[in-house]
């Protein structure tokens, strides 16, 4: 079952070269490793979930862990591909994007990281598994690793007026005052 955990993290090996292709290589044929990457985590999660031993859910508790991991699971996908535009960000190699700077990314610069954690603990909660509680605190330091990456040398390039929106937002850890404005522009109210 480790060898699930081994295999999940190399889903960040090929988000990291999706983002490298972006400013290094400029290949369409490249972005379908977004897809890999993600199924490689899906992957590697269904199979650390459906252990013989993990699957049962028994108590209030448990129950209550795994609505609020389906919650967040939905956050965390609106977050990735829905609250930016997924053709530029996904599908379209060239540079000079526009940073999104309301809603989710209002929050904090990397806001699906957040997610993910509260993910994998909240599902690790539910299905009383210790392997995925350990899944997500190894994946979530390559998470952090790879939005740092991502944050230093790759957005900078790709996406206009990232240097501002860096000294405007919080890296992972929201603050109050992105807090508000997160919640600002979610309800439509603007700063």
Same mark, same amino acid.
């Given at each position: 079952?480790?060898?699930?955990?081994?295999?999940?993290?190399?889903?960040?090996?090929?988000?990291?070269?999706?983002?490298?292709?972006?400013?290094?290589?400029?290949?369409?044929?490249?972005?379908?490793?977004?897809?890999?990457?993600?199924?490689?985590?899906?992957?590697?999660?269904?199979?650390?979930?459906?252990?013989?031993?993990?699957?049962?859910?028994?108590?209030?508790?448990?129950?209550?862990?795994?609505?609020?991991?389906?919650?967040?699971?939905?956050?965390?996908?609106?977050?990735?591909? $829905?609250?930016?535009?997924?053709?530029?960000?996904?599908?379209?190699?060239?540079? $000079?994007?526009?940073?999104?700077?309301?809603?989710?990314?209002?929050?904090?610069?990397?806001? $699906?990281?957040?997610?993910?954690?509260?993910?994998?603990?909240?599902?690790?909660?539910?299905?009383?598994?210790?392997?995925?509680?350990?899944?997500?605190?190894?994946?979530?330091?390559?998470?952090?690793?790879?939005?740092?990456?991502?944050?230093?040398?790759?957005?900078?390039?790709?996406?206009?007026?990232?240097?501002?929106?860096?000294?405007?937002?919080?890296?992972?850890?929201?603050?109050?005052?992105?807090?508000?404005?997160?919640?600002?522009?979610?309800?439509?109210?603007?700063?």
């Amino acid at each position: 079952m480790v060898s699930f955990i081994f295999a999940g993290s190399l889903a960040f090996i090929c988000f990291a070269i999706f983002d490298l292709n972006k400013i290094r290589f400029i290949s369409k044929n490249m972005n379908i490793l977004v897809v890999l990457g993600s199924f490689i985590l899906a992957f590697s999660t269904m199979a650390i979930i459906i252990s013989p031993h993990s699957i049962r859910i028994s108590t209030l508790w448990q129950w209550l862990a795994l609505i609020l991991a389906i919650l967040v699971l939905l956050l965390m996908i609106y977050t990735i591909f $829905g609250a930016v535009s997924f053709k530029k960000t996904y599908l379209e190699t060239q540079k $000079g994007n526009t940073v999104v700077t309301t809603g989710m990314y209002a929050l904090c610069r990397h806001p $699906g990281v957040l997610w993910f954690f509260l993910f994998y603990c909240l599902s690790g909660l539910a299905f009383n598994n210790q392997l995925l509680l350990i899944a997500a605190i190894i994946w979530t330091l390559l998470d952090i690793v790879y939005v740092y990456i991502q944050d230093r040398w790759i957005f900078p390039i790709i996406l206009e007026d990232y240097h501002i929106y860096q000294q405007q937002v919080p890296f992972i850890i929201p603050n109050l005052t992105s807090l508000q404005h997160s919640l600002a522009s979610l309800l439509g109210k603007g700063d």
